[in-house]
């Protein structure tokens, strides 16, 4: 045995070389995982610098009792409230799109589409997140708000319903494939059970699989939520940029991110009042998708587990 | 007990009961396809509408010419240029970074705090709006590194806003990687970078291209930070070629530069009353939403043609 090492092949110093260049690399490649940890870190701490110098103008109690929002008018005010009751409002509307088309989307994928059919539609129905929000945008503002005026002629151009319907169908794809992945987790012998005792697969899905699966559809929707709180341009461009404190979807509305990318498209000196606001207004919107997201996530992890 | 049975004494009431049940189950095979077929409907609508009415303005101008008051003359030269360097960008940012990442915590990370740290880190990223990226941007590229409203900052912005994408798959198409042939490798007294770079990097780069193009598909489309960090979206000019006649034959001065991109154009013209502009806006985002659909498709492509030939 030992002859054999000490043969040429493996010298000593080829060995040491090949040690030295894996530590080499593999602090390389720790100093690219900690990429996304100073990320995050930079994230908070330019939200915290940037925001404390605006709550040093602007009351805290202010920021959240006031209901007007103009920190850009002579009379200023800044009450984030008309921002969160828009945010909130298309929120809703691209819930109750999303909630129900998503779920009925997973239950037909995971329980009774064919195999091949599965493996074709799920790729294709990605394409749906994959639209580059703009462009629904677009489609909202030129498409669907003129079907709706339609039916309801006093809606004005800009409104938060058009915006919110595009926003629901956009996130579709990801609460479907959330849920199925639910879905598909609950074990086999749970609906073998079931469909012993004679229920038909509808029944299967509707009472043992979906409850079996029910926190990995609340992560669904959950993080469907945090990505409608987060959605920018659909709103900026079909539901108009004014700041107005009111929760019926049909009258145009600023949201939180609509408000940020107003105040970008002017010119706003480094270190203004103004400027500081829209880090005030991220801070707020950060914080909560931030909620939702760790609320999501550890529900994901709960339905991966549970079986 | 039996007092539950008796009622399916009856045959007949038993027999309505599983004919309604099952009538009821072929209800929901037809309304899960309509919803399914509604859904991809409007991706449909979606393109036809766009290319209906930004169809007055595809042609060869519509590629060369500069942004222009004038609707039937203005182009989006400036915009597509400026769209493909910041994917450069991009892509030589977020690619490198995140397939490291992903290889040092599938292959390397001992399961410890420092680890989760970072496995939080990534999944958190994951769901952070895309304009918080942009006010990162601002406040640190823009005026902390002195990078200005610059093709370089847009860049790096959307890098860090694909990162996670990029890791992610790099995580999943690395563990779908056999452990028997890493432990073939080290018994042949391979090292740890040996085993990655000679057996497990060859094996996932199907994976690994396939999250590349998905994120940078994400990238092209993404407007808001882009917006924030203040692109302009009049630009009569171009940036500087990389490449030049003279030593030394590649210049970086197009880093510096102010730029303009595709969705914000798009963007621009959607916001201008006029409705002439909003032909351009259709045609830009037919343009733009081909792009991304074209680079999911060749991602599923690829992922397909990967999995056909890979034999475990």
């Known amino acids: 045995m030992s002859e054999a090492i000490s043969k040429p092949g493996i010298s000593r110093k080829a060995l040491r070389y090949r040690k030295l260049r894996d530590r080499i690399i593999e602090s390389l490649l720790v100093a690219s995982g900690l990429v996304a940890v100073f990320t995050t870190l930079a994230i908070v701490a330019i939200l915290l610098i940037e925001s404390t110098a605006f709550f040093e103008h602007v009351s805290l109690i202010e920021f959240f009792t006031d209901t007007m929002w103009t920190p850009l008018f002579a009379d200023a005010h800044y009450g984030i409230l008309p921002l969160v009751a828009g945010t909130l409002t298309t929120t809703m509307v691209a819930l109750l799109v999303a909630v129900p088309l998503g779920t009925t989307i997973a239950i037909y994928l995971s329980e009774f589409a064919p195999y091949q059919v599965r493996e074709s539609v799920k790729p294709v129905l990605e394409l749906l997140g994959a639209v580059p929000t703009v462009v629904y945008g677009y489609f909202a503002l030129t498409m669907v708000t003129p079907v709706l005026q339609y039916f309801m002629p006093e809606l004005p151009g800009f409104n938060m319903l058009s915006a919110g319907l595009v926003i629901g169908l956009m996130i579709v794809p990801y609460v479907s494939s959330v849920s199925e992945d639910a879905m598909r987790a609950v074990p086999r012998y749970m609906r073998e059970g079931s469909y012993a005792m004679g229920a038909t697969r509808l029944q299967t899905a509707l009472r043992v699989v979906v409850p079996g699966a029910f926190s990995g559809l609340a992560a669904a929707f959950i993080l469907g939520i945090s990505r409608a709180v987060g959605e920018t341009m659909v709103v900026a461009i079909a539901a108009g940029m004014q700041p107005n404190f009111t929760f019926d979807p049909r009258e145009p509305a600023a949201t939180i991110t609509a408000y940020i990318v107003q105040v970008s498209l002017g010119d706003l000196p480094h270190g203004s009042i103004g400027y500081q606001s829209i880090f005030a207004a991220g801070l707020v919107l950060m914080f909560i998708t931030l909620i939702f997201n760790v609320v999501g996530f550890s529900l994901t992890r709960k339905f991966r587990e549970a079986y | 007990m039996s007092a539950q049975v008796a009622p399916y004494r009856n045959v007949d009431l038993l027999r309505q009961g599983l004919s309604r049940r099952k009538m009821l189950d072929q209800l929901f095979v037809i309304v899960g396809l309509i919803v399914m077929l509604a859904c991809l409907l409007v991706l449909a609508v979606l393109f036809i509408d766009l290319i209906r009415d930004g169809s007055s303005r595809f042609g060869w101008d519509f590629f060369t010419n500069f942004a222009s008051r004038r609707p039937e003359r203005a182009g989006i ?6 769209t493909s360097l910041i994917m450069l960008v991009t892509a030589m940012c977020a690619v490198p970074v995140g397939v490291a990442a992903a290889i040092y915590l599938e292959e390397y990370a001992p399961k410890n705090w420092f680890t989760a740290i970072i496995e939080i880190n990534v999944t958190n990223l994951a769901g ?29 912005t959307l890098a860090l806003l694909i990162l996670p994408i990029v890791i992610v798959a790099t995580r999943e198409s690395i563990r779908s990687v056999p452990k028997a042939i890493r432990e073939a490798a080290y018994g042949l007294g391979a090292t740890r970078w ?35 960090i203040g692109a302009l979206s009049f630009i009569a000019f171009l940036p500087q070629s990389p490449i030049q006649s003279e030593f030394p034959f590649i210049s970086f001065q197009w880093l510096d530069e102010p730029f303009t991109a595709m969705p914000i154009q798009m963007f621009n013209w959607v916001s201008r009353p006029d409705p002439e502009f909003q032909a351009n806006a259709a045609a830009a985002g037919a343009i733009l939403l081909a792009m991304t659909l074209m680079m999911n498709a060749v991602a599923i492509w690829i992922r397909y043609r990967f999995r056909k030939k890979i034999n475990w």
């Open chain 2, 194 to 228: 040996e085993v990655t770079k000679d057996h497990v990097l060859p094996y996932s780069t199907g994976g690994i291209l396939t999250g590349m193009i998905l994120g940078l598909s994400r990238a092209i489309g993404e407007t808001a930070p882009i917006i924030t």
């Open chain 2, 77 to 82: 030269l400036a915009a597509w240029v400026g």
């Open chain 2, 128 to 156: 952070v709006p895309s304009i918080v990226y942009g006010l990162l941007a601002l406040g640190l590229f823009v005026y902390q590194f002195d990078l200005g409203q610059s093709i370089a900052a847009a860049g790096l």
